[in-house]
């Protein structure tokens, strides 16, 4: 089995950062305010020391807010996926199969829109109600582990890819690691045994 993180590895840059700044250009009165906290969160993510509590009990307002304001988010989902689509990489798409399985933190109804125009099936990511913004299952560090783990129990993964440190707990139960810089592949991980250090 071959698993595949999706931002930065698949997608050029952070699709849920994307997002939201998609909406600031369209309402910047209505969602300007959210600036200063969603940036303090995704420096946080980016450094490695956003927890999943911390999300929930700091963060989690902002998306709740931000769909009780807007009542056509799915339609601006398909809209920035129109103009955001080509931020894809093919190179990476290229290579992947039927069977092939993605693992993100990008919430759901924004990955799952995309997933589907690229024909891939095999989805987990964070549990995402787009009308409320309410916030059910955070797919992120371990909880990656177990959302996957609950989906196809005892599977062997057999090659991961990611850009992030963040998945270490994921490189750790996958025998061959890719690590996804821009348009680079390295191989970091053989047979069970990583190839340099890892932090």
């Known amino acids: 089995m071959r698993v595949f993180d999706f931002d930065n590895t698949i997608y050029d ?23 200063p906290s969603f940036a303090e ?49 093919k190179w990476i798409t290229d290579m992947m199969r039927e069977d092939d399985v993605i693992v993100s933190a990008s919430p759901e109804p924004l990955l799952l829109e995309i997933c589907g125009r690229l024909g891939i099936k095999n989805v987990i990511c964070t549990g995402f109600d787009i009308k409320t913004g309410e916030i059910s299952q955070i797919c992120f ?26 998945d270490k707990p994921f490189m750790d139960i996958s025998k061959d690691v890719y690590y996804v810089t821009g348009d680079k592949i390295e191989k970091i991980k053989e047979n069970g045994a990583y190839l340099r250090q890892m932090k």
């Open 41 to 89: 969160c995704v420096y946080k993510y980016k450094a490695g020391k956003l927890s999943i509590d911390e999300v929930l009990t700091d963060y989690a307002y902002i998306p709740r807010e931000c769909c009780r304001k807007f009542e056509n988010a799915e339609a601006e989902i398909k809209k920035f996926w129109d103009t955001h689509q080509k931020k894809v990489k």
């Open 141 to 166: 560090r371990d909880n990656k582990i177990k959302m996957f783990r609950d989906a196809y129990g005892d599977a062997v993964i057999d090659e991961f890819y990611t850009d992030s440190m963040n």
């Open 13 to 35: 840059g952070e699709s849920g950062v994307d997002f939201f700044f998609y909406y600031v250009k369209k309402f910047p009165i209505q969602i300007a305010k959210y600036i």
